[in-house]
């Protein structure tokens, strides 16, 4: 149970796994007023940045869940190098069935609502580990303008238009599924900027090291098509953002 290798070449030079700067996760932290000691499981934690910087500057004490021994590997170095190893704890797993044994008080998963088969389904996992009066966590993809065309749509890592909301969607979605929205951040073009063009040259490198290697034409392909379908599409088109939201 891994993610396929092309994921870890996209990410490897990334601490976060998603179109957010180091300074809007801190924000993020500020932002839902995290209390010395309060418990966070993090499903799909990737590298594990936000566990650990947060466990650093809050002092939380945290879990997080991942399929990718690559990225467990890189969060638990990134816990030792930041010394908060005796805080925060990675396990490998499937986090589409992870149910917290003892309920949190912040239950999250930062863009992998894939897990739950969209924003709902994740919604109702996340609820089971929270306890009450708990914050959970959302990161959403949303759409920023309306998608021109079929092409515009799979550009933007979607199937059909009803794959993302608009952001006052993906508001009343929470509302709707009884959930108040009490904090965002959002993702800006600059955010994005460093997460998509820095997978460019994770990919260069690699293809550069590894020109022989099985996956280096799938890399290829993408690395050559990928720079114009960002910028002429998914940069304008599609937001991104986490919401906090608490059950009323």
Same mark, same amino acid.
């Given at each position: 149970?891994? !993610?396929?290798?092309? @994921?870890?070449?996209?990410?490897?030079?990334?601490?976060? !796994?998603?179109? @957010?700067?180091?300074?809007?996760?801190?924000? !993020?932290?500020?932002?839902?007023?995290?209390?010395?000691?309060?418990?966070?499981?993090?499903?799909?934690?990737?590298?594990?940045?936000?566990?650990?910087?947060?466990?650093?500057?809050?002092?939380?004490?945290?879990?997080? $869940? &991942?399929?990718?021994?690559?990225? =467990? +590997?890189? #969060?638990?170095?990134?816990? +030792?190098?930041?010394?908060?190893?005796?805080?925060?704890? @990675? $396990?490998?797993?499937?986090?589409?069935?992870?149910? +917290?044994?003892?309920?949190?008080? $912040?239950?999250?998963?930062?863009?992998?609502?894939?897990?739950?088969?969209?924003? #709902?389904?994740?919604?109702?996992?996340? %609820?089971?580990?929270?306890?009450?009066?708990?914050?959970? /966590?959302?990161?959403?993809?949303?759409?920023? #303008?309306?998608?021109?065309?079929?092409?515009?749509?799979?550009?933007?890592?979607?199937?059909?238009?009803?794959?993302?909301?608009? =952001?006052?969607?993906?508001?009343? =979605? @929470?509302?709707?599924?009884?959930?108040? $929205?009490?904090?965002?951040?959002? +993702?800006? %073009?600059?955010?994005?900027?460093?997460?998509?063009?820095?997978?460019?040259?994770?990919?260069?490198?690699?293809?550069?090291?590894?020109? &022989?290697?099985?996956?280096?034409?799938?890399? *290829?392909?993408? =690395?050559?098509? &990928?720079? /114009?379908?960002?910028?002429?599409? %998914?940069?304008? !088109? /599609?937001?991104?953002?986490?919401? #906090?939201?608490?059950? *009323?």
């Amino acid at each position: 149970m891994d !993610l396929p290798r092309s @994921f870890t070449i996209r990410e490897s030079s990334h601490r976060i !796994l998603n179109p @957010f700067t180091p300074e809007k996760l801190a924000t !993020l932290g500020a932002a839902i007023k995290l209390r010395k000691g309060a418990s966070v499981r993090d499903l799909c934690c990737g590298k594990g940045e936000m566990l650990a910087t947060w466990a650093r500057d809050h002092d939380i004490a945290g879990t997080g $869940v &991942d399929i990718s021994t690559v990225f =467990l +590997a890189a #969060a638990r170095e990134r816990a +030792a190098e930041l010394g908060v190893a005796d805080q925060v704890t @990675f $396990v490998h797993g499937d986090a589409a069935v992870h149910v +917290a044994a003892e309920r949190v008080d $912040v239950a999250a998963c930062i863009g992998a609502t894939w897990i739950g088969q969209g924003v #709902a389904g994740t919604v109702a996992l996340l %609820e089971r580990s929270l306890r009450p009066g708990g914050v959970m /966590l959302i990161g959403e993809p949303f759409w920023r #303008a309306e998608p021109p065309s079929q092409e515009a749509v799979e550009a933007c890592h979607a199937r059909s238009r009803e794959d993302h909301e608009t =952001l006052p969607g993906l508001i009343s =979605l @929470f509302d709707g599924l009884g959930y108040d $929205v009490v904090e965002m951040v959002l +993702a800006d %073009e600059d955010s994005w900027d460093r997460y998509r063009a820095a997978q460019w040259l994770n990919i260069r490198t690699w293809l550069d090291a590894n020109p &022989d290697d099985e996956l280096a034409p799938e890399m *290829r392909a993408e =690395l050559s098509a &990928d720079p /114009l379908r960002y910028t002429r599409f %998914e940069r304008s !088109l /599609l937001g991104w953002g986490v919401f #906090a939201l608490m059950k *009323r």
